[in-house]
């Protein structure tokens, strides 16, 4: 099974300020990597697949990069909206798909 | 648009089976071209993967829940199933059912997810 690990578990950053997450694996998964916001009470939702491609309707200010085994996601500038838990998630090896454990962007 | 609505009890006592159904509206399940998946998420935890399952019902599952899952498809519904049988209290979480397309395995579109909470 890949492992996922993720880092930092938490980043403060202040809007208007560029947040960058990392995201490693344990074994090359290749660009199949995707990026997932999720809001408290909120399912996760699809911001980055193909590990640099947005989804639909996701803001130019969300982007992702890398290949491999470490790959980041920088937003540009946090927006009040921004502020949630991250996951990474690989769909290169399977079963099973395996999700990071997860970056919290906080208000700093 | 496509959306997904998990349903089924939010307690199920330990040692029993959790049943739960998702819904597709606005599409249909028998078009092809997308995998159904579960994926629970422990209370204030990450997102594990449980399984899938294609409308002809070809299933996959993560090895580590395989004895004891269940996935199914009713295509004359729209809809398809969790069994989770012999449940303990490390089974309490969030479910969630979610969408793939064939041939790209991250999810695409959520439900809204449903807590399942096992206790006496």
């Not at chain 1, 939702?45 to 130019?60: D, H, K």
């Not at chain 2, 959790?18 to 159904?36: D, E, K, P, Q």
């Not at chain 2, 599952?61 to 989770?84: A, E, G, H, M, W």
């Not at chain 2, 793939?100 to 449903?114: A, E, H, I, K």
Request: glycine share 10%; with cysteine; hydrophobic share 30%.
């Amino acid at each position: 099974e890949i492992v996922m690990t993720q880092s930092p578990a938490t980043l403060s950053v202040s809007p208007g300020e560029r947040a960058t997450l990392s995201c490693r694996a344990s074994q090359s998964v290749s660009s199949n990597l995707a990026w997932y916001q999720q809001k408290p009470g909120q399912a996760p939702r699809l911001l980055i697949y193909g590990a640099s491609t947005r989804a639909t309707g996701i803001p130019a200010r969300f982007s992702g990069s890398g290949s491999g085994t470490e790959f980041t996601l920088t937003i540009s500038s946090l927006q009040s909206e921004d502020f949630a838990v991250y996951y990474c998630q690989q769909y290169n090896n399977w079963p099973p798909r395996t999700f990071g454990q997860g970056t919290k962007l906080e208000i700093k | 648009q496509v959306q997904l609505q998990e349903s089924g009890p939010g307690l199920v006592k330990p040692s029993q089976t959790l049943s739960l159904t998702c819904t597709v509206s606005g599409g249909s399940i028998s078009s092809g071209g997308y995998y159904w998946s579960w994926i629970r998420q422990h209370p204030g935890k990450g997102l594990e993967w449980i399984g899938y399952i294609y409308y002809s019902g070809s299933t996959y599952y993560n090895p580590s829940l395989k004895s004891r899952v269940t996935i199914s498809v009713d295509t004359s519904k729209n809809q398809f199933s969790l069994k989770l049988s012999s449940v303990t209290a490390a089974d309490t979480a969030v479910y969630y059912c979610a969408r793939s397309q064939l041939g790209n395995w991250y999810f695409d579109l959520w439900g809204r997810g449903t807590l399942v909470t096992v206790s006496s």
